[in-house]
């Protein structure tokens, strides 16, 4: 089964409020990562995280990772319209595979003009 | 520099065919991985090359294979198509191992088996 789950499976906001979404991991991790994909496109790298670290920032993307609760969270603040898309967290497995990303089921997040 | 690129973008195949995909990494990078995205199982892992060595292979029959060249360039081959190999096939390229570093995808191969 998929090492990540997202929460919540869909999002509905206005422009300008703020989206947090979440994800659960079930085993040891070196780095979480975020990914961005717009409707049957490629994926976007937004944001790496590694297992030291608890929060992160780039622009208006904050990551926050609690790795004895194996979960992180994504917000994106003062949303656009261009926001619109799926989120996805990736992990690699620690004791086991470190050389492929596992993906979660993702948030599908739609931001209304 | 120039993205990563999958060839075809779309392709229409009948059951029981054969189909290859190509993905050209990012100029330098040596990790290149395939993915499958369906709307029942989302992303899942297929393998991962690294100077043209098979690093890791996902949970998929033999029918799903996959080669690298010494250019970087990737290939994957599915055999004996079936109707649930529809999917979007993405390709990622890394400049090292995949999850310590940014990956970059392609804008993928929409797979249809009919």
């Known amino acids: 089964s998929q090492q990540g789950e997202e929460d919540p499976q869909a999002l509905s906001i206005q422009e300008g409020e703020n989206a947090t979404m979440n994800c659960s991991y079930k085993?040891?991790?070196?780095?979480l990562q975020w990914y961005r994909q717009n409707s049957g496109r490629g994926l976007v790298h937004l944001i790496l995280?590694?297992?030291?670290?608890r929060e992160k920032h780039s622009g208006r993307l904050r990551v926050t990772l609690d790795t004895s609760k194996k979960s992180s969270s994504l917000l994106i603040t003062a949303s656009r319209a261009a926001d619109t898309a799926s989120y996805f967290c990736?992990?690699?497995?620690?004791?086991?595979?470190?050389?492929?990303?596992?993906f979660g089921t993702g948030t599908r997040l739609q931001v209304f003009p | 520099k120039a993205g990563v690129t999958q060839t075809p973008r779309y392709l229409i195949k009948t059951r029981g065919q054969q189909v290859t995909l190509s993905c050209s990494p990012i100029?330098?990078?040596?990790?290149v991985s395939w993915y499958q995205q369906t709307p029942g199982q989302g992303l899942q892992f297929l393998f991962e090359?690294?100077?043209?060595?098979?690093?890791n292979k996902g949970n998929f029959p033999g029918r799903f294979s996959g080669r690298q060249f010494s250019n970087s360039r990737s290939e994957m081959n599915v055999s004996t198509l079936e109707l649930g190999d529809s999917a979007l096939y993405l390709c990622a390229s890394s400049s090292g191992t995949p999850s310590f570093t940014e990956a970059f995808f392609g804008q993928g191969t929409r797979l249809t088996v009919v």
């Open positions: 990736a992990t690699d497995a620690k004791y086991e595979d470190t050389d492929k990303l596992i």
């Open positions: 100029s330098g990078h040596r990790s």
């Open positions: 995280i590694r297992s030291n670290e």
């Open positions: 090359y690294f100077s043209e060595t098979q690093r």
């Open positions: 085993t040891s991790i070196n780095n």
